[in-house]
C-alpha cells in the first residue's frame, strides 16, 4: 500500500489527511494549530492520523505540504531584515515604486503608504551598468562594490538581495556581485533578481526579489526544521511544499524560492477542489472557501485554474505566478457592528479570530459574529469538529442581541439573517471580481464550497449567482490538505523577449520556447520526474504596441511541432483581448515575455465511490429541528453525512453534519448525493 499525507496548517486548525492511493481510503486528524512553532502542530496531526489509520510513520510515502509560512511573515511584518544591492542612480527604487495610490479621489489624503520591505539606510548602490539588449554600458568596479557591500556588514541585516537595471538581459553583473556579497558577508543569504524573476521592469523585479529575501530566513528555518522533526520521528519519506500556483516543489527548492510559496494555502483548496469537480462531471466552476477570518475564491475553466502574474498578500503585490485567488475579509469569525452615525448594519472585516473567537465558541468572545449568527438561526448544531468544540447557544443570542437593540429590531433573528445576508453578499462581491469582471458569465459555471463555514453559505451564494449546482465534496474542513495530496510536482523557465510580431519569427519563439522547457525539464528531471512523464504548458505575453500593459495567453503545444505559432499568439490574444475589454485596435502586436511551466504526472489516486442508496436519505436522518428561514420558524431535518449513499436526496430545509463542517440545504433546494461522495445542491 501507498500512502500520501496532506497537511495543511491555518490559523486556527491544522488539517491533515492521510490517503491511501490504491482503495481512495482516506483518513483525517484535526488539531489545533500551533502558531509559535507549526511544525509542532503539523507533527501532532500526522501522529493522530497514522494511529486512526492503524499504520506506522514509516508506512508514509510522500508528505505534501500547503503552508502560510511566507504569508504569515509578510502579514505580521516579521520577515528579515533586507539589505538590497542596486545600480547606481536606482537606491530609491522601492521608495517611488509605481506612483499609484488606491482607492477614490484624494484617497492620498488618508492611505498611510506601506514601508518597503527593504530599508533606504540598507539600500546600497554599485557602479556598473548593463544595457537593455544585455550589453555592457558600464564595467562593474570590484573595489566601489565591495566597500559597499563591507557598509552593510554592520547593519545587522539578515538576507540579501541583488537587483541590478536589466539583469534580465545578461546576468554576470549580478552573478560577479553574488561572489563578492558571500565573502564580505558571510553566512547571509543571497537572492538575486536574474533568478527569482528573469522579466523586464526594474520596480516589479526588485521588489519580487527584495520579498524573496525577506521570506526567505523564516521558511528556510520552519522547512528545515519539520524536514527534521518528521525524520525524527520516523518519517523518511521525502517532503514537499505546494507552490502558490498549485504544484508541488520539493522543500530544499521551495526555501530557496520562497516567494513563489505566498498562496501555497489557498492554491491547496483550489486543486482539492479540481480533484472532486473532475469525479462529480464538472470542469468549469468557480471554488468558495471559505474559513474564519477570510473567503478564497477562484475560478476553474476546462478543469484548469486560471493561473495569474500578480500574487497579493495584504498590502505586497509580487510578480510570481499563483492561482488568481481574491480574498475577502468576510468568514465564520467576521464581526458584526452597527455604527452610531450611519445605523447600517456592517459584517467585517474585523474577526474575532481564535481568541477569543465567536461568543458561541465559549472563549469568551462577546461580539456577534457570522457565526454567531448561524447558532441563532439553528444552523449549526451543538458541536463541532467531531466534538472538540461545544457551543453556548445561549452566549450567541446574546452577543447578536446587540446588533439587534442598536438597529431597533424586536427579534434576534431578524438580525441574525441580516448579518448572514450581508456576510453573503460580501462573498457574492468577490465571486464577481473572478466571473463577470474578468468576462465570464456565473450562469455558465458550477460552485464548489469548502472550508469549515462555506457549506453553510454555499446554497446561498448559488442562488445569489446562479451557479449550479453547488458542489460540496466530501470533508470540505479539510480539502485543501487533500489539494496537497493530489497534485503533481512543477517547475517554471521565463524570460523578456521584447519583439514586435514584424520584427521576429515563428522560429525564433518556437526556438526561444523550446530552451526554457529544456530547463524546466531538466530541473524536474533532477529531483525523480522522467522527462517522458513531464508535460510542459507554453505561456506568451503580448501586447498592442504602446500599451503599458500585457496579457498572458496560452500557446498549444502542437502549434510548436511545425505550425504557425505567430498567427496562433495574435488570434489567441485578440481573443482575450476581445473578451477582457469588448474591442480591439489596429496596433501592432509585440512579444514581452516567453513562459514555460513542466509539470510531472498526477498521481493515479483512487476515488471511494459510495454504494448506491436510492434516493431516500431517511437513515442518515439524525432528528427533526427548528430553523430561521425566509422570516420565520420552518422545521429542519439533521442529517449525518457519513450515513449518506449514493442517489440519496435531501430536501431542503435541512442541515447536513460532518466532522469537519456544516452544510445547508435552503427551502426549494434539494442535495444529491453523487457517487464520489460530493453533495449536488440544485433549485427544486
Excluded at 214 to 230: A, G, H
Excluded at 465 to 470: A, I, L, R
Excluded at 550 to 562: A, F, K, N, Q
Excluded at 573 to 582: G, I, K, P, T
Aim: hydrophobic share 40%.
Amino acid at each position: 500500500m501507498r500512502y500520501r499525507l496532506g497537511v495543511d496548517v491555518g490559523g486556527t486548525f491544522t488539517d491533515v489527511l492521510l490517503l491511501e492511493e490504491t482503495s481512495g481510503t482516506t483518513w483525517r486528524a484535526k488539531t489545533p494549530s500551533t502558531p509559535a512553532d507549526q511544525s509542532v502542530g503539523v507533527l501532532n496531526g500526522v501522529r493522530k492520523v497514522c494511529a486512526e489509520a492503524g499504520i506506522e510513520l514509516a508506512e508514509v510515502g510522500q508528505v505534501l505540504h500547503g503552508t502560510t509560512v511566507a504569508t504569515n511573515a509578510i502579514l505580521q511584518n516579521k520577515g528579515a531584515r533586507v539589505g538590497l544591492v542596486t545600480t547606481d542612480g536606482f537606491r530609491q527604487v522601492l521608495q517611488i515604486a509605481r506612483s499609484f495610490v488606491p482607492g477614490g479621489l484624494a484617497g492620498w489624503i488618508i492611505w498611510p503608504k506601506p514601508e518597503p520591505l527593504a530599508r533606504l539606510e540598507d539600500t546600497i548602490e554599485v557602479a556598473g551598468r548593463i544595457a537593455a539588449d544585455g550589453s555592457e554600458v558600464t564595467p562593474l568596479d570590484e573595489s566601489q562594490a565591495r566597500t559597499a557591500l563591507a557598509a552593510l556588514k554592520g547593519e545587522g541585516i539578515e538576507a540579501l538581495t541583488i537587483s541590478l537595471i536589466n539583469s534580465y538581459a545578461n546576468d554576470d553583473h549580478e552573478q560577479r556581485v553574488a561572489v563578492w556579497a558571500a565573502e564580505e558577508l558571510p553566512g547571509i543569504p543571497v537572492s538575486i533578481s536574474s533568478h527569482v524573476l528573469p522579466e523586464m521592469r526594474e520596480y516589479e523585479r526588485t521588489l519580487t526579489t527584495v520579498a524573496n529575501s525577506y521570506v526567505q530566513p523564516e521558511v528556510s528555518r520552519y522547512v528545515k526544521n519539520l524536514d527534521t522533526s518528521l525524520r525524527e520521528t520516523g518519517i523518511e519519506a521525502p517532503l514537499s511544499i505546494l507552490r502558490s500556483d498549485g504544484g508541488l516543489v520539493q522543500s530544499a527548492k521551495a526555501a530557496e524560492d520562497p516567494v513563489s510559496l505566498l498562496l501555497s494555502g489557498p492554491a491547496g483548496g483550489v486543486t482539492g477542489a479540481v480533484w472532486f469537480a473532475e469525479q462529480a462531471g464538472f470542469s468549469d466552476f468557480l471554488t468558495f472557501d471559505m474559513g474564519g477570518t477570510s473567503t478564497d475564491v477562484a475560478l476553474v475553466l476546462g478543469g484548469e485554474p486560471r493561473i495569474g502574474r500578480e500574487t497579493k498578500v495584504g498590502d505586497l503585490a509580487v510578480r510570481a505566478t499563483s492561482v488568481d485567488v481574491r480574498t475577502v475579509g468576510a468568514g465564520g469569525g467576521s464581526i458584526a457592528h452597527v455604527p452610531e452615525l450611519t445605523k447600517a448594519l456592517r459584517v467585517g472585516p474585523q474577526s474575532a479570530g481564535a481568541d477569543p473567537g465567536p461568543a458561541s465558541y465559549g472563549g469568551g468572545g462577546t461580539e456577534p459574529t457570522v457565526t454567531d449568527a448561524n447558532v441563532v438561526l439553528g444552523y449549526l448544531p451543538g458541536e463541532l469538529a467531531g466534538g472538540e468544540v461545544t457551543l453556548d447557544v445561549e452566549a450567541g443570542r446574546q452577543a447578536v442581541a446587540t446588533v439587534a437593540d442598536a438597529m431597533g429590531l424586536e427579534s434576534i433573528e431578524s438580525a441574525a439573517a441580516g448579518i448572514v445576508d450581508i456576510v453573503n453578499e460580501n462573498m457574492f462581491g468577490a465571486l464577481r471580481l473572478v466571473s463577470v469582471q474578468q468576462g465570464y458569465d456565473p450562469r455558465d459555471f458550477a460552485l464548489v464550497s469548502f472550508g469549515g463555514a462555506g457549506p453553510l453559505h454555499a446554497n446561498a451564494l448559488g442562488r445569489l449567482t446562479g451557479s449550479w449546482p453547488v458542489i460540496v465534496p466530501p470533508s470540505p474542513g479539510v480539502l485543501c490538505a487533500y489539494g496537497d495530496a493530489t497534485t503533481c510536482v512543477r517547475d517554471e523557465s521565463a524570460r523578456t523577449l521584447v519583439r514586435a510580431f514584424s520584427a521576429t519569427t515563428d522560429e525564433e519563439i518556437r526556438s526561444a520556447l523550446a530552451e526554457l522547457a529544456e530547463s524546466a525539464a531538466e530541473r524536474l528531471a533532477s529531483e525523480g520526474v522522467p522527462v517522458d512523464e513531464q508535460t510542459a504548458k507554453y505561456q506568451v505575453d503580448l501586447r498592442y504596441h504602446g500599451q503599458g500593459f500585457e496579457i498572458p495567453v496560452d500557446l498549444d503545444p502542437g502549434v510548436l511541432e511545425g505550425g504557425e505559432v505567430l498567427a496562433s499568439l495574435g488570434d489567441a490574444f485578440d481573443a482575450e483581448h476581445q473578451r477582457l475589454f469588448s474591442f480591439l485596435l489596429k496596433n501592432e502586436r509585440e512579444v514581452i515575455n516567453l513562459r514555460v511551466t513542466v509539470s510531472g504526472p498526477r498521481p493515479e489516486v483512487a476515488w471511494k465511490e459510495l454504494p448506491d442508496g436510492g434516493s431516500d436519505p431517511s437513515a442518515a436522518l439524525i432528528k427533526e429541528t427548528e430553523v430561521w428561514m425566509d422570516g420565520g420558524h420552518v422545521s429542519a431535518g439533521i442529517y449525518d453525512r457519513d450515513k449518506l449513499l449514493a442517489g440519496n436526496v435531501v430536501p431542503g430545509p435541512a442541515v447536513i453534519t460532518e466532522m469537519d463542517s456544516t452544510t445547508l440545504v435552503l427551502a426549494g433546494h434539494a442535495a444529491t448525493v453523487h457517487s464520489s461522495a460530493s453533495l449536488l445542491i440544485r433549485p427544486v
